[in-house]
């Protein structure tokens, strides 16, 4: 049994089953998985799980059952940078006060990560600019695409910050992406562009690679055969980074 890393996404998930009042049936939630990266046991990754450390944050805003699903990607962002991911689930009337509080701290610069903004389409930007002595904050809402717009357009308390819209084509991580039939990003591919125009390229990378491995192995585990890609150069990219993390530690 590996261990869970502790950090906001899986303290999320815990809390929300341990209030949940029957069990959660997610897709593929039949299948017995390692608790710690949610894979079918015989494709744990966890000895490949990089953990880095960034400037920039990120602060998830999961919607309803988002945390307890297996194939969730938001928990991939906090697994790569545990020390500056934040999740909570999204509420439009009562944001839990510990978002309030981490929206309002002058330490931060929140953006609202989402390809448009029709009603105020000044508040859209595609550069990561926070003023002297602030960090960029990420705000990533982690749900279906109809969740994700109903989150921007139903919650006042994010009115007022940038909207930070990616273009995927122009940024290196793009090239790595796994081909899947969706034509939006997930939200953990999200994250990685947002990392790469923020400048925080190695984790930006790091975070790429543990995607694609982990999307790799967890289509593996739901039709019962092996990795369909060629993980060689992903395990070593991330063997690499894990070795770069190190030596600055
Ligand atoms: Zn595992």
Redesign the pocket.
């Given at each position: 049994m590996?261990p869970i890393p502790d950090h906001a996404v899986n303290r999320l998930r815990l809390w929300r089953k341990s209030v949940s009042t029957r069990p959660f049936l997610a897709r593929g939630g039949s299948v017995p998985r390692?608790d710690?990266?949610q894979?079918r046991h015989d494709w744990?990754?966890?000895d490949w799980r990089p953990a880095l450390k960034a400037k920039a944050g990120f602060c998830l805003m999961m919607y309803d059952s988002e945390p307890m699903k297996p194939s969730n990607t938001g928990r991939l962002i906090a697994d790569v940078l545990p020390d500056t991911t934040w999740a909570f689930l999204w509420s439009r009337t009562e944001p839990h006060p510990e978002l309030l509080a981490l929206l309002a701290d002058p330490a931060w610069q929140p953006y609202v990560v989402f390809p448009a903004c029709e009603k105020e389409p000044t508040r859209l930007t595609s550069v990561v600019t926070p003023a002297p002595g602030k960090k960029p904050l990420f705000i990533l809402l982690d749900g279906t695409w109809p969740e994700a717009r109903k989150m921007f357009n139903k919650s006042p308390y994010l009115d007022g910050f940038p909207v930070l819209a990616i273009k995927p084509d122009a940024l290196s991580t793009y090239g790595m992406r796994v081909a899947h039939s969706d034509e939006h990003l997930c939200t953990a591919e999200v994250a990685a562009c947002v990392l790469e125009v923020a400048g925080e390229l190695q984790a930006g990378q790091a975070l790429q690679l543990w995607f694609n491995l982990f999307s790799s192995r967890y289509m593996a585990g739901r039709v019962s055969r092996a990795p369909g890609e060629d993980e060689t150069p992903l395990l070593q990219g991330l063997e690499a980074i894990k070795g770069q993390a190190a030596a600055l530690d």
């Open positions: 590996k390692c710690a990266c894979l744990c990754a966890c």
